[in-house]
């Protein structure tokens, strides 16, 4: 039988391809054994921006719906907005309906523990077992609940966000933000994020406020449009988020792309400033997190790649501020989450702090150039291929933690499965393009040859 | 024994909510019909039970996926919806319905473009894409927002005046009280009654879908309207079910008349103003037929179920269909069965003929009907009415819908439910005792076979 590669269940939720894969069948089964998992209660739902959003939304109410629980409509949502809400008013759990960084064509279900966080490994792997099973208890009719509408999860989010900056002392320098959230869930919230922090806002979207999706996430072409607006409206930063709004890129006030793992190590070096403590970034992550925490004499731990790793060792080890180095920035005070919001917020804060530009603050860490690549792997053929890559660099100094991690003095090349779809990611990082660019392809050769 | 409490057929998909009706079943059934209806625009609409709500949103999960357009009507009567169907030139569409049955079952009932149920023939075309699970997903482009349908309820009510004489009926005002059973038609009748200027003395009309008794409109069920319509010095009462397409009728002196007395009560107006063929099923009393004849027309029977009625109605160019159920279709003008309608027939019937209900109902011929139900697993039912096709080969028997036997005066039917698992028998006589003695000895045949002593 032949395995269909668009669809992938795994620890970050159930990922698809709409008319394909992810079928209202399959996410109304999923959302059954997800309400079976969390118990007859409050289950907030909540959407991107994506037509498809409707057919799942309606799947997951009547999956939740017929195992008694009592789906919350949150409406279009960010997603570090929904898992905000749903520990704050202390709901069973959250279903995040949201395709996030992939094409329109998919969707996804993420699932949201009552903690407000995404589902750890071995709860997934419960809530999968449970899927697997196909038994979900259906309860009578005269036990069904009915459906709610709760859309102020945005309102209560960004209040926490305030609170967690120096809003007067940003609202002080009335910075003016350029925003590309790409027609995505963050399109309405950042603007009234950016009005709290008394900011002027000029956007890529003709209507900031239509969300309409546009891309799904921040790529080369769509950086350049937002650069193009930050020189032609003298912006001091331009943000660009994803659609579910958990990422952000920044563009300097040059107009010039800062690169994924800039963010984090933003975000880190003002919160470091303003209480030193350990860092917690996952294992693809940028060596600039190392530089900024040796500066302020601060440790840094590495973890698995995914957000419930990186928030987990964040937990073990005590660490406040941490993330991961695709723009998703985590301040566990804030969000236990990456959260575009918070991550504009301490951003905007360390140039009001500093009085330095978002470039000059960029220019204090040392420049490193990282490549990525993606190679597409049938999931039968991943560990083969891992084992090869390890047989490669033997000798050198490997790290299994989460695929092959292989670690020089002044380099670090990376290959492991995606969580998320079929392929094994390969990440390298070293002082030029070049040099990085020949790790990479010491790998692509072997397992691609005549690529 | 434990029956597996989901029956799937020519009246669409029905079941008890739970482990055996459940949103899976749901979602799969509206992408065959999404398919069926070839991603054309489908009109919806749920009746007040709790359940209702999660199938609705099953419904409207399934339907987008297969690149349809839902029009959702909300919580509507499934006339209404009917109506809608051809007033838009919709493609299909599904009432989310449990209708007469009790508030632990619901359904889903399948509309074509023509705004009928579907036929067999339909039917059999929506099982097959079921059964065989092929459903047309739409890619992700193709998907489309749900929509709503501002004025079909001013549409639907110049739809119903114009079905009416209705000045006769505002010269009167009369008083009316109805029974909602806490359904989907409250607002709506009582837009309807005030557009004839009666007065409407609602009961149960919030639409709460926890029903304040038994949801079909059968005398039974009518006690507490009978009395409240006698207090209010009412010329009418009547009680509809939950998605408003039966209707029982209750005398101004608190007599609740059966629900058998519906379809006859309404042919006398329909067939003075427009003479035609009238069809009804096995099961219905022989009032009808005794009116029919009286305006110089024919009834044609058919098997039990508003579909095959509507369709052999529709196939007959009759122009009125209905069931002693208390479900009345007048056609060809509207093609589902519709308790509002039937309600202002009746009342434009006693306007122009200055007569009450209860002399109305005195009327028609007096005739005895007996209605038993024997619970009945599925893998029995049909053997018992084998036996009894056999045991009664010598009288002639129809064998259509389970097993008819008519006389000249008298008649018995036994037949499967098409909607539980029951074994029904029903005869009717010109006296008590005869139409009990046909049902009686029904019953103990059946009794027999079911426990496996029988004697044939």
Same mark, same amino acid.
């Given at each position: 039988?032949?395995?269909?590669?668009?669809?992938?269940?795994?620890?970050?939720?159930?990922?698809?391809?709409?008319?394909?894969?992810?079928?209202?069948?399959?996410?109304?089964?999923?959302?059954?054994?997800?309400?079976?998992?969390?118990?007859?209660?409050?289950?907030?739902?909540?959407?991107?921006?994506?037509?498809?959003? #409707?057919?799942?939304?309606?799947?997951?109410?009547?999956?939740?719906?017929?195992?008694?629980?009592?789906?919350?409509?949150?409406?279009?949502?960010?997603?570090?907005?929904?898992?905000?809400?749903?520990?704050?008013?202390?709901?069973?759990?959250?279903?995040?309906?949201?395709?996030?960084?992939?094409?329109?064509?998919?969707?996804?279900?993420?699932?949201?523990?009552? #903690?407000?966080?995404?589902?750890?490994?071995?709860?997934?792997?419960?809530?999968?077992?449970?899927?697997?099973?196909?038994?979900?208890?259906?309860?009578?009719?005269? +036990?069904?609940?009915?459906?709610?509408?709760?859309?102020?999860?945005?309102?209560?989010?960004?209040?926490?966000?305030?609170?967690?900056?120096?809003?007067?002392?940003?609202?002080?320098?009335?910075?003016?933000?350029?925003?590309?959230?790409?027609?995505?869930?963050?399109?309405?919230?950042?603007?009234?994020?950016?009005?709290?922090?008394?900011?002027?806002?000029?956007?890529?979207?003709?209507?900031?406020?239509?969300?309409?999706?546009? !891309?799904?996430?921040?790529?080369?072409?769509?950086?350049?449009?937002?650069? +193009?607006?930050?020189?032609?409206?003298?912006?001091?930063?331009?943000?660009?988020?994803?659609?579910?709004?958990?990422?952000?890129?920044?563009?300097?006030?040059?107009?010039?792309?800062?690169?994924?793992?800039?963010?984090?190590?933003?975000?880190?070096?003002?919160?470091?400033?303003?209480?030193?403590?350990?860092?917690?970034?996952?294992?693809?992550?940028?060596?600039?997190? +190392?530089?900024?925490?040796?500066?302020?004499?601060?440790?840094?731990?590495?973890?698995?790649?995914?957000?419930?790793?990186?928030?987990?060792?964040?937990?073990?080890?005590?660490?406040?501020?941490?993330?991961?180095?695709?723009?998703?920035?985590?301040?566990?005070?804030?969000?236990?989450?990456?959260?575009?919001?918070?991550?504009?917020?301490?951003?905007?804060?360390?140039?009001?702090?500093?009085?330095?530009?978002?470039?000059?603050?960029?220019?204090? /860490?040392?420049?490193?150039?990282?490549?990525?690549?993606?190679?597409?792997?049938?999931?039968?053929?991943?560990?083969?291929?891992?084992?090869?890559?390890?047989?490669?660099?033997?000798?050198?100094?490997?790290?299994?933690?989460?695929? /092959?991690?292989?670690?020089?003095?002044?380099?670090?090349?990376?290959?492991?499965?995606?969580?998320?779809?079929?392929?094994?990611?390969?990440?390298?990082?070293?002082?030029?393009?070049?040099?990085?660019?020949?790790?990479?392809?010491?790998?692509?050769?072997?397992?691609?040859?005549?690529? | 024994?434990?029956?597996?409490?989901?029956?799937?057929?020519?009246?669409?998909?029905?079941?008890?909510?739970?482990?055996?009706?459940?949103?899976?079943?749901?979602?799969?059934?509206?992408?065959?019909?999404?398919?069926?209806?070839?991603?054309?625009?489908?009109?919806?609409?749920?009746?007040? !039970?709790?359940?209702?709500?999660?199938?609705?949103?099953?419904?409207?999960?399934?339907?987008?996926?297969?690149?349809?357009?839902?029009?959702?009507?909300?919580?509507?009567?499934?006339?209404?919806?009917?109506?809608?169907?051809?007033?838009?030139?919709?493609?299909?569409?599904?009432?989310?319905?449990?209708?007469?049955?009790?508030?632990?079952?619901?359904?889903?009932?399948?509309?074509?473009?023509?705004?009928?149920?579907?036929?067999?023939?339909?039917?059999? #075309?929506?099982?097959?894409?079921?059964?065989?699970?092929?459903?047309?997903?739409?890619?992700?482009?193709?998907?489309?927002?749900?929509?709503?349908?501002?004025?079909?309820?001013?549409?639907?009510?110049?739809?119903?005046?114009?079905?009416?004489?209705?000045?006769?009926? =505002?010269?009167?005002?009369?008083?009316?009280?109805?029974?909602?059973?806490?359904?989907?038609?409250?607002?709506?009748?009582?837009?309807?009654?005030?557009?004839?200027?009666?007065?409407?003395?609602?009961?149960?009309?919030?639409?709460?879908? +926890?029903?304040?008794?038994?949801?079909?409109?059968?005398?039974?069920?009518?006690?507490?309207?009978?009395?409240?319509?006698?207090?209010?010095?009412?010329?009418?009462?009547?009680?509809?079910?939950?998605?408003?397409?039966?209707?029982?009728?209750?005398?101004?002196?608190?007599?609740?008349?059966?629900?058998?007395?519906?379809?006859?009560?309404?042919?006398?107006?329909?067939? !003075?103003?427009?003479?035609?063929?009238?069809?009804?099923?096995?099961?219905?009393?022989?009032?009808?037929?005794?009116?029919?004849?009286?305006?110089?027309?024919?009834?044609?029977?058919?098997?039990?179920?508003?579909?095959?009625?509507?369709?052999?109605?529709?196939?007959?160019?009759?122009?009125?269909?209905?069931?002693?159920?208390?479900?009345?279709?007048?056609?060809?003008?509207?093609?589902?069965?519709?308790?509002?309608?039937?309600?202002?027939?009746?009342?434009?019937?006693?306007?122009?003929?200055?007569?009450?209900?209860?002399?109305?109902?005195?009327?028609?011929?007096?005739?005895?009907?007996?209605?038993?139900?024997?619970?009945?697993?599925?893998?029995?039912?049909?053997?018992?009415?084998?036996?009894? =096709?056999?045991?009664?080969?010598?009288?002639?028997?129809?064998?259509?819908?389970?097993?008819?036997?008519?006389?000249?005066?008298?008649?018995?039917?036994?037949?499967?439910?098409?909607?539980?698992?029951?074994?029904?028998?029903?005869?009717?006589?010109?006296?008590?005792?005869?139409?009990?003695?046909?049902?009686?000895?029904?019953?103990?045949?059946?009794?027999?076979?079911?426990?496996?002593?029988?004697?044939?």
């Amino acid at each position: 039988m032949q395995q269909p590669l668009s669809l992938k269940i795994g620890p970050s939720g159930v990922r698809g391809v709409i008319g394909e894969s992810l079928t209202p069948q399959l996410v109304t089964s999923f959302a059954a054994a997800f309400g079976t998992y969390c118990g007859a209660g409050p289950i907030l739902v909540g959407t991107d921006t994506r037509p498809s959003g #409707e057919m799942v939304k309606q799947a997951a109410i009547a999956g939740l719906l017929s195992v008694g629980c009592t789906p919350v409509d949150a409406g279009i949502v960010p997603l570090p907005a929904l898992m905000f809400h749903v520990r704050e008013v202390g709901a069973f759990g959250g279903i995040s309906v949201s395709g996030s960084h992939g094409s329109p064509a998919w969707n996804a279900l993420r699932f949201i523990s009552s #903690e407000g966080l995404a589902l750890r490994a071995n709860q997934a792997a419960e809530l999968t077992d449970l899927y697997h099973q196909g038994f979900y208890p259906r309860v009578r009719a005269p +036990d069904m609940s009915d459906v709610r509408t709760d859309t102020t999860s945005s309102t209560r989010h960004l209040t926490a966000v305030a609170r967690a900056v120096d809003v007067e002392r940003v609202r002080a320098r009335r910075f003016t933000v350029a925003t590309d959230a790409g027609g995505g869930a963050a399109s309405v919230p950042t603007l009234r994020l950016l009005e709290a922090l008394g900011c002027n806002v000029v956007s890529v979207d003709a209507d900031a406020e239509a969300a309409v999706p546009a !891309r799904p996430e921040p790529d080369e072409a769509s950086l350049a449009e937002l650069g +193009d607006l930050v020189r032609r409206s003298g912006a001091d930063v331009g943000f660009a988020q994803d659609a579910d709004a958990d990422r952000v890129l920044v563009v300097d006030e040059q107009g010039v792309p800062l690169g994924p793992d800039a963010t984090v190590v933003l975000v880190v070096q003002r919160w470091l400033e303003r209480k030193a403590g350990p860092v917690v970034v996952n294992a693809s992550t940028s060596r600039m997190v +190392d530089d900024v925490a040796a500066r302020l004499t601060c440790p840094v731990h590495r973890s698995r790649v995914g957000e419930a790793h990186v928030i987990e060792a964040m937990k073990e080890h005590g660490a406040e501020v941490g993330g991961e180095g695709d723009g998703g920035a985590i301040v566990l005070p804030v969000n236990p989450c990456r959260d575009s919001f918070a991550a504009i917020a301490v951003i905007l804060e360390s140039m009001a702090a500093s009085g330095r530009s978002v470039g000059a603050l960029r220019a204090q /860490v040392p420049r490193y150039s990282m490549v990525r690549e993606r190679l597409l792997c049938s999931a039968r053929d991943i560990a083969p291929s891992l084992r090869l890559i390890k047989s490669l660099f033997s000798g050198e100094q490997i790290d299994l933690t989460d695929g /092959v991690k292989v670690t020089w003095p002044d380099r670090w090349l990376l290959a492991r499965p995606s969580a998320t779809e079929p392929v094994i990611r390969l990440a390298a990082e070293a002082p030029t393009e070049a040099e990085a660019r020949s790790l990479v392809n010491s790998v692509l050769e072997v397992l691609s040859p005549g690529a | 024994m434990a029956l597996r409490e989901l029956k799937i057929g020519a009246s669409g998909v029905r079941g008890v909510v739970g482990d055996a009706l459940t949103p899976e079943l749901i979602v799969n059934f509206a992408c065959a019909f999404g398919t069926w209806c070839d991603g054309g625009p489908v009109v919806i609409a749920r009746d007040t !039970r709790r359940s209702s709500t999660a199938f609705r949103a099953a419904v409207v999960s399934g339907l987008l996926s297969t690149g349809c357009r839902v029009i959702d009507l909300g919580v509507s009567p499934s006339p209404l919806l009917s109506f809608a169907i051809r007033d838009l030139g919709a493609s299909g569409g599904i009432a989310i319905t449990g209708s007469h049955n009790d508030a632990s079952w619901n359904a889903l009932k399948f509309f074509g473009p023509d705004g009928a149920l579907l036929n067999a023939a339909k039917s059999e #075309e929506l099982l097959d894409i079921y059964h065989g699970a092929a459903f047309d997903l739409a890619t992700w482009d193709r998907l489309k927002p749900v929509e709503t349908a501002s004025d079909i309820e001013e549409r639907y009510l110049g739809y119903l005046a114009s079905a009416l004489d209705a000045d006769p009926i =505002r010269e009167r005002g009369f008083r009316v009280a109805v029974d909602f059973t806490n359904g989907a038609c409250g607002a709506l009748a009582s837009r309807f009654l005030e557009s004839l200027r009666c007065t409407l003395l609602p009961v149960n009309a919030e639409p709460t879908g +926890d029903f304040a008794h038994p949801p079909a409109p059968t005398a039974a069920n009518m006690r507490q309207i009978a009395s409240l319509a006698r207090c209010f010095g009412a010329d009418l009462g009547a009680a509809l079910n939950v998605d408003g397409d039966r209707i029982g009728f209750v005398t101004g002196e608190g007599t609740a008349l059966s629900e058998e007395y519906s379809l006859p009560l309404v042919a006398a107006p329909r067939l !003075r103003r427009r003479p035609g063929p009238v069809v009804t099923s096995y099961s219905t009393s022989g009032m009808v037929e005794a009116l029919a004849r009286s305006h110089g027309q024919r009834v044609t029977r058919g098997p039990v179920g508003e579909s095959q009625i509507v369709d052999l109605g529709l196939a007959e160019g009759a122009v009125l269909a209905g069931e002693g159920s208390g479900g009345v279709a007048v056609l060809p003008l509207g093609v589902a069965y519709d308790g509002l309608l039937a309600l202002g027939l009746v009342l434009e019937e006693m306007a122009t003929c200055g007569r009450s209900l209860a002399e109305l109902a005195g009327g028609l011929p007096r005739l005895f009907m007996r209605k038993r139900e024997l619970p009945c697993p599925p893998n029995v039912v049909y053997r018992v009415l084998e036996r009894f =096709r056999r045991h009664h080969a010598g009288d002639a028997p129809d064998c259509t819908d389970g097993v008819r036997l008519s006389w000249d005066d008298a008649w018995l039917h036994v037949r499967a439910s098409g909607t539980e698992p029951l074994l029904r028998i029903i005869a009717e006589a010109p006296t008590q005792e005869r139409a009990e003695a046909l049902v009686d000895e029904a019953a103990v045949f059946a009794r027999r076979v079911t426990f496996g002593h029988e004697g044939s």
